[in-house]
């Protein structure tokens, strides 16, 4: 109960600050945006986020899932250590390097984003995978489940906590590096962001941020919620224990 009115407090004040600044009209010189550009930013900004976080699931689950078959255990190192190479690159150099190979825009800030969202998913999913204990496979396979049916009836179940962690964790990451991906002409709220540091002037910066901080806070929270559904009910039971 803490935990949610912590949350709720917090989305308060985030949304709170976004509504002052856009109400003040301009500051100085320099005008803030209106409310609809703001809506439509932050709707941007999670368009990105969502295509970049879709592309990585569908291609990081079956990446970390593979990596534990016994035919490709020798080679998961490499996959995970290739996954690796995106995360060591500075996300600033990663998004221009992405928006001179495929012109400023929308496509370099997925791609880029893509890239930042796989490491936590291909080693979640390998790692959960790899945490169910080999005596439940073997339980399985003496009730003679095919192969098949212990991945769908037993491994995955077993997993999916630990996966859905690493897909909570990539999203709330990719929701602060998309703002960097305005620099490319992406979009988003990143536009508001790098407005407001280009004239310094912080209501411009907060009008972008407070924005991007509550859409982490919110998708964290959901995510998490579809975290504990996901969640086996025996497993629950031993986590509240």
Known sequence: MRRYVILVLLLSVLCGVTIWVTSLGSVG??????????????????????????????????????????????????????????????????????????GLGYTAAVVALFVYA??????NTHAGIRSVPPEVKEAARGMGLSPWQIVM??????????????????????????????MIGAGGLGDLIMTGIAVRVTQIILQGAAPAAALAITLDALLGAIETWFTPRGMRRTQRS
Not at 40 to 65: C, D, K, N, Q
Not at 118 to 123: A, D, K, Q, S
């Open 118 to 123: 796989l490491l936590p998913i291909i080693r």
């Open 29 to 102: 010189i320099f005008r803030v945006a209106s409310p609809s550009k703001v809506l439509s930013a932050t709707l941007r900004h999670l368009h990105i986020v969502a295509s970049a976080e879709g592309l990585a699931i569908l291609i990081g689950i079956p990446i970390g899932f593979l990596s534990t078959r016994r035919i490709l255990r020798m080679v998961s190192p490499i996959l995970i250590g290739l996954a690796n190479i995106g995360q060591t690159i500075p996300t600033l150099a990663f998004i221009g390097i992405a928006g001179v190979a495929l």
């Open 153 to 182: 009836r037993v491994e995955l179940p077993l997993a999916r906590p630990v996966i859905m962690a690493g897909i909570r964790t990539s999203t709330v990451v990719n929701v602060g590096t998309a703002a960097v991906a305005g």
